[in-house]
């Protein structure tokens, strides 16, 4: 998960930001396939940043979304808001 871990208390509210999208849109929108907890990546590199990861079948542009299934930038947790990196898997499939 990038270049250091994650203290207690800030992985206790990263998973409720995470519980709080696999509430909303797993299960729920097909272009949701998976989502867990890391560092966030630009430019394919991973920076420090804790994020709620959340993998796509397929990345689109904001206005190509309907405006129900549109991934947050960021949860609040407690008064902190988290990123949500959105990162473009394909369709996973159990083998």
């Known amino acids: 998960m990038g270049q250091r871990g994650f203290g207690d208390e800030e992985q206790a509210a990263l998973a409720r930001a995470r519980d709080r999208i696999v ?35 397929e990345k689109l542009p904001c206005e190509r979304v309907e405006q129900g299934r549109l991934l947050p930038r960021s949860v609040e947790i407690d008064g902190r808001e988290w990123g949500v990196d959105v990162v473009e898997t394909g369709r996973i499939v159990l083998l």
């Open 23 to 57: 509430d909303k849109y797993l299960g729920t929108d097909p272009n949701v396939v998976g989502v867990g907890l890391g560092c966030r990546t630009r430019g394919g590199v991973w920076t420090d940043e804790p994020v709620v990861v959340v993998d796509v079948v």
